[in-house]
């Protein structure tokens, strides 16, 4: 069933025919249809409907000078671990994350964006290379960033869709720009567009606080204060490695079909995991794991054209596939050995996934021990992103009762 409404959010989701790429070209895709619609395709949309999933779009407006190098690195540490946090909603939802890094005029860059994406491995890739440095002359193009991230992110227009931004940093607006929209402004522009601005003071800035607190209150978001370096709870475990490991070994069960466009796509994300898997963290790559585990992780993990969840759910029949609709190993197979192989990749996924969820789940334990130990977390950035999220979904009938993941 898993696997069945994964395919159709899929087809939701997805806003070519590619999915159905061989069905186009010789029929080789089964479509399964009630009895009695009227077409194939109102068949399968009526069925989505159904199950169709909340979303999440969540953009992090980073500034990324050289005052905030502590935050930056616990920002690639935790990314994950929020994802998996937001994830674990009821109903579960659909999540995609973009950011906007954001300096000030004469430094690197004034802003750079990574546009909102379900592949979470391609927004990581691009976040892993962002570093502090410039900035240092007291505010920053923070103006710049937010109207990025309001107006030129690909937001979802569907109306079950939670909309935030979170502002980190640690020095206030330029207010002296010319030809650029200021805040108020952009806020307005939010509201309209269903957007809420949620602001993340880091450090002790006095002028920072009272406009974060201004950009929080006239979006309806919440402001709240970290320390420098963030607050965020990184807690290494025993099980990191093993996990970690599993999960790279699971990455290679990943083949997607479709034309030269998908598989070129594949591609793309496929150098963005294994940048992954050679530079992030152990405990990172444990936390990604924990996050593709997740239902609204697969999508990360599988993409939109992954052959052995297409063939379990009924979706392709790679007998009668076009061979250049195929992965490249099936591409020569005979037909049967075709069936095979997806079986034998079918079970090794399977298998690992137990294996990850089974060490998931000890590492959780060993977490919450070691933070009962502590005294908890509740001043962290983890606890009050998550405070923000369950506070402000619960009006969409999100229901968040699990703790924050770390």
Sequence with gaps: MKKQLLALSLVVATTTAIVFYPAQQSGAVTQAVKPGTATPAQGIAAIAAQHRRPRIDVVFALDTTGSMSGLIAAAKEKVWSIASTMAQADPAPDIRIGLVAYRDRGDAYVTQMVDLSSDLDSMYAKLMDFEAAGGGDGPESVNKALDDAVQRMSWSEDENTYKVVFLVGDAPPHMDYQNELQYPQIVRLANKRGIVINAIRCGKDENTRQAWQTIASLSQ?????????????????????????????MDETRLVFGDAEEQSKHIARQAATEKLHAKASVASRARRAAFNASTSGERNYLGDN???????AGRVDVTSAPAASLPEPLRELAPQERVAAVKELESKREGLQKKIAALADKRDTFIGKRLEAEGGAKDSLDEKIYGAVRRQTAEMGLSYDAPAKY
């Design 221 to 249: 978001g919440e402001f709240f204060n970290v320390e420098q370096n963030g607050n965020a709870v990184a807690v290494a475990t025993p099980f990191d490695k093993a996990i970690a490991d599993l999960s790279a070994e």
């Design 306 to 312: 992954d052959i052995v969840d297409a063939v379990a």
